[in-house]
């Protein structure tokens, strides 16, 4: 297990990158307004200070599921934008979001998008989403069709608007397509990124179900404070050395 943070796009950059590599394994860099677009990245800047291994992440309010042709494109765009980023920083893997309600829009737009990661060799992740894009059944549809696509699992996304947690539904299903994890914990009624044993998230059972597949990158999805943060990252490595 790899454990890393994501930069506060409501902060100054440098200072969280800064913060974050002192601590973490790796820097999970969200590309998103307003104060980490990729419109206002300084490349040289960000690579004195970004001295661990990136992951790349881009902002949720891209429309890839909009009904609107135009309106994905957009999206496809900025997403070519996220990608220039991260190709030079050197990042191997990055995301985008499941958006919307709309699953044939959203397949549309990711094969688009896999096409460009594969231009620049970066492979293109969609991470669930709460609600119908955390449903394993639809999401194994939805990978079947996009073959190149890989996933990004949010725990804390798979836990809201069902009875029980997702997660190991989503594992069993797409195991082999899974690339990266964020963790935060929530209530089951909205994505409140609180921290680990904040909510209601039986994390001994996730990381359980997680653990007999996967070993890699797990990004601490925490904004509530930086002890936070810290805090859940010695509670995840706990829990997974304890299993």
Request: net charge positive; aromatic share 6%.
């Amino acid at each position: 297990m790899i454990l890393g943070a994501m930069n506060n796009p409501h902060s100054n950059l440098i200072k969280e990158v800064n913060w974050i590599v002192k601590r973490f394994d790796f820097l999970d860099l969200t590309l998103e307004m307003p104060k980490a677009h990729p419109s206002t990245i300084k490349i040289h800047e960000l690579k004195q200070v970004a001295t661990k291994p990136i992951v790349g992440h881009t902002a949720p309010y891209l429309h890839i599921g909009a009904p609107e042709k135009d309106a994905r494109m957009s999206a496809v765009a900025e997403f070519e934008k996220c990608l220039d980023v991260f190709e030079r920083l050197g990042v191997s893997k990055a995301n985008v979001h499941f958006d919307g309600d709309d699953v044939d829009a959203n397949i549309w737009t990711l094969r688009k998008l896999v096409s460009l990661g594969q231009s620049c060799g970066i492979e293109v992740m969609a991470e669930n989403t709460p609600g119908l894009f955390s449903d394993p059944l639809l999401l194994k549809k939805i990978f079947d069709k996009v073959p190149r696509l890989l996933l990004h699992l949010d725990i804390g996304h798979a836990n809201i608007g069902f009875k029980v947690n997702q997660t190991p539904l989503i594992l069993k299903y797409l195991s082999k397509k899974l690339a990266h994890v964020h963790v935060s914990d929530n209530s089951g009624k909205g994505d409140e990124h609180l921290g680990i044993g904040r909510g209601n998230i039986n994390w001994p059972r996730m990381l359980a179900a997680l653990k007999l597949v996967y070993d890699g990158t797990i990004t601490i999805e925490v904004f509530t404070s930086p002890k936070e943060r810290v805090n859940g990252a010695v509670k995840i490595r706990k829990i997974w050395d304890d299993l």
